[in-house]
């Protein structure tokens, strides 16, 4: 099924209804996007000659227009690629090349940016600017119905950066999306037309995702004014909007919980916060749940499972006489309805009660694997699991606690950061001969980049200032390292490999951990 068949239907239903907001602007009813979806997608189908299954990139911060065209694309039987708007240009590049993408929607602000890249990435023939003239344009094209898309259709290529420091694109199909959703009406909440949902964290990741059951039973979207999480402003939208929820990462929870405008606000209006995508420390999840009261939810998902792999519920937060009320607080809960999880050993064998190894997952949410990595695929999907890289261990009661990941990602700020990417951008001063990245726990963004620097022999390690100058020429800002440590050797095993734990023992020592272990 197409998802933009949804928009179509509350436009037919409910035209003069309020469906996208910009802070309490109403941006359009849903009788205006249901046109501006068929038109804008009738448009791009037909100005640019593209055919169903094509590729169109998004590069946008949060703004109405992200979500007009998604389902636009949508709309044309186009697969959406949603770009973390934050990367740097090359890496734009890389996703797009790799995606083939044809056309890229983006803002003002990163169209400089992509329209450098006309003539370097072959497949790209058009840079769009929404808000912008060019879009209004096919915006009013002259509509048809949304394109026959069959389940097993791509939809959403979810672009997560990978151990090898090159992104890879988790396909997921119409299947994938519409169990996501699905699932979170059996597990996280219903939603009614009344309800709201706010679009502070990132449309490409995670709230992108959330959003799409609220699409589907017609609640309003809004995406703050200010793009970003400014307290004052959330306070003043929950007043606002109706039933509200929203998608945030632990780091953000945090900054909320300090926050008197949005904690008197939700204390009346707040609907859910539903947190994820990192650990969350216990002392600041105990925090928030005398802040907002038992309207928090946590999942734990992957692009690769799209958001949906265990969630631990409203009831289980506010369950504080429970013996091990606390325990299930440092857990991710329960599987999803949709899915089955396991945890097994080094041989895929499923592990008793308690042991630790890797978590696996099975279902209709899963990806169909890896665009354009046949092999990424065969070895993520082995047997028919999605090895999620994740080490946790469930309890009696069948709740799953992460301990670890196998995979080296740092989670800083609720963005994934991968240690070899960083490497690499480091590697290309000439000044440095090794260098080794961990994450050190840190009470603010959860986790924050370290970089262990072994400089050529013989010569001064580089400044600070160089190495983040050559960080900021290759890799996303948010990515460079927050401290450096130069050492004379990395300490490394028989085979040369560089001891990462050790590394990460030592940096450890230095602040609390959220995980348990
Ligand atoms: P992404 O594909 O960007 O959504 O990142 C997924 C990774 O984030 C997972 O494989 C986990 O390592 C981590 N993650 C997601 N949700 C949680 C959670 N609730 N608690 C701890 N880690 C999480």
Redesign the pocket.
Not at 275 to 280: I, L, N, S
Not at 298 to 304: A, D, F, S, V
């Given at each position: 099924m197409n998802p933009a068949v949804w928009v179509e239907r509350h436009g037919r239903r409910r035209p003069e209804d309020p469906a996208l907001a910009e802070g309490e602007r109403v941006h359009a009813t849903w009788g205006a996007w249901a046109a501006r979806t068929a038109g804008a997608g009738t448009g791009l189908r037909e100005q640019f000659g593209l055919t169903p299954g094509d590729r169109v990139a998004i590069v946008m911060r949060n703004r109405p227009e992200y979500l007009e065209a998604l389902f636009a694309i949508w709309h044309a039987g186009l697969v959406a690629v949603p770009v973390n708007a934050r990367l740097h240009r090359d890496e734009f590049a890389y996703i797009l090349e790799h995606s083939a993408s044809s056309v890229v929607i983006t803002d003002e602000d990163h169209a400089p940016d992509l329209e450098s890249l006309l003539g370097t990435v072959a497949s790209l023939r058009a840079v769009v600017v929404a808000p912008g003239e060019r879009w209004t344009r096919l915006a009013s094209s002259p509509t048809a119905p949304p394109v026959d898309m069959r389940p097993e259709d791509p939809a959403w290529l979810?672009y997560?950066s990978g151990t090898t420091g090159r992104p890879k694109g988790?396909t997921l199909t119409a299947r994938n999306l519409l169990m996501a959703s699905l699932s979170y009406f059996a597990d996280i909440d219903p939603v009614s037309p009344q309800d709201s949902i706010l679009h502070a964290a990132p449309l490409s990741?995670?709230s992108g995702l959330y959003g799409l059951p609220h699409v589907a039973r017609g609640a309003v979207s809004v995406v703050p004014a200010s793009g970003g999480v400014d307290g004052d402003e959330i306070g003043a939208l929950l007043r606002h909007w109706p039933g509200m929820s929203f998608f945030a990462a632990p780091t953000m929870v945090k900054r909320l919980v300090g926050d008197p405008a949005v904690v008197a606000a939700a204390a009346s209006r707040l609907k859910t916060i539903i947190?994820?995508?990192?650990?969350?420390y216990l002392a600041d999840l105990e925090d928030a749940l005398t802040a907002f009261g038992p309207r928090l939810t946590?999942?734990?998902?992957?692009?690769?499972s799209p958001?949906t792999?265990t969630a631990l519920s409203k009831a289980d937060h506010a369950d504080r006489n429970h013996p091990r009320w606390r325990d299930r607080l440092q857990s991710?809960g329960t599987p999803r309805t949709d899915v089955e999880v396991r945890v097994v050993d080094g041989e895929d064998h499923v592990l008793p009660v308690g042991e630790v190894g890797e978590v696996l997952v099975r279902g209709d949410v899963v990806m169909a694997g890896y665009w354009n990595d046949a092999k990424a695929t065969a070895d993520v999907l082995r047997g028919g699991w999605l090895h999620?890289?994740?080490v946790g261990s469930f309890d009696a009661d069948g709740y799953l606690t992460?301990r670890d990941?196998s995979?080296d990602?740092i989670?800083s700020g609720g963005m994934?950061i991968y240690p070899r990417e960083v490497e690499e951008a480091l590697m290309r001063h000439p000044g440095v001969r090794a260098a080794a990245v961990v994450g050190r726990p840190d009470p603010r963004w959860g986790e924050s980049v370290i970089a262990f620097v072994e400089a050529m022999d013989g010569a001064a390690p580089p400044s600070v200032e160089e190495l983040d100058q050559t960080c900021l020429e290759h890799i996303a800002r948010y990515k460079r390292p927050k401290d450096y440590r130069f050492v004379g050797s990395l300490p490394t095993n028989n085979y040369g490999k560089i001891l990462k734990r050790e590394l990460r023992q030592q940096v450890r020592s230095e602040g609390e951990d959220p995980?348990p272990r």
């Open positions: 979810f997560t988790a990741h995670g947190y994820g995508g990192a650990p969350m946590q999942i734990y998902g992957q692009g690769e958001m792999i991710v999620t890289g994740d992460l990941r995979k990602l989670i994934n995980r």
